[in-house]
């Protein structure tokens, strides 16, 4: 398995943005596919962005549309997930997870994510 570490989190304003980090050790990320999930209070855990190891990426909810993008960058085993205009219902923990895969599939039908990180908090309040 790959063990997962996120980092960035924090309180931002609502319309603010925060770049969220998952660092990865282990094993070679290269041919993991990986994505951010998060769950806010009271809620299930949702997923948002999946990025594959030929960097295609998938939706897993139309809630982060053109606000949110998934990056990945092999060479240090690195995902982000920058966030934008931020709005309170964004509220919650996120967490990155990896799939030993080839695709992202979409939201019905995803890749069995085994490796968690253990989640980070994002808050967005005035």
């Known amino acids: 398995q790959v063990q997962l570490v996120e980092s960035g989190g924090g309180v931002v304003p609502p319309g603010g943005s925060l770049r969220l980090s998952c660092t990865a050790s282990g094993r070679d990320l290269l041919y993991y596919v990986m994505a951010w999930f998060r769950q806010a209070p009271g809620k299930e855990r949702e997923g948002l962005l999946c990025i594959d190891s030929a960097e295609d990426r998938v939706d897993y909810t139309d809630s982060v549309k053109d606000r949110f993008t998934i990056s990945r960058f092999n060479g240090n085993h690195t995902v982000f997930l920058q966030m934008t205009s931020l709005k309170p219902e964004d509220t919650g923990v996120y967490f990155c997870?990896?799939?030993?895969?080839?695709?992202?599939?979409?939201?019905?039908?995803?890749?069995?994510?085994?490796?968690w990180g253990q989640g980070i908090q994002v808050t967005v309040s005035s």
């Open positions: 997870a990896a799939a030993l895969f080839q695709d992202c599939g979409n939201d019905r039908l995803r890749p069995p994510f085994r490796s």
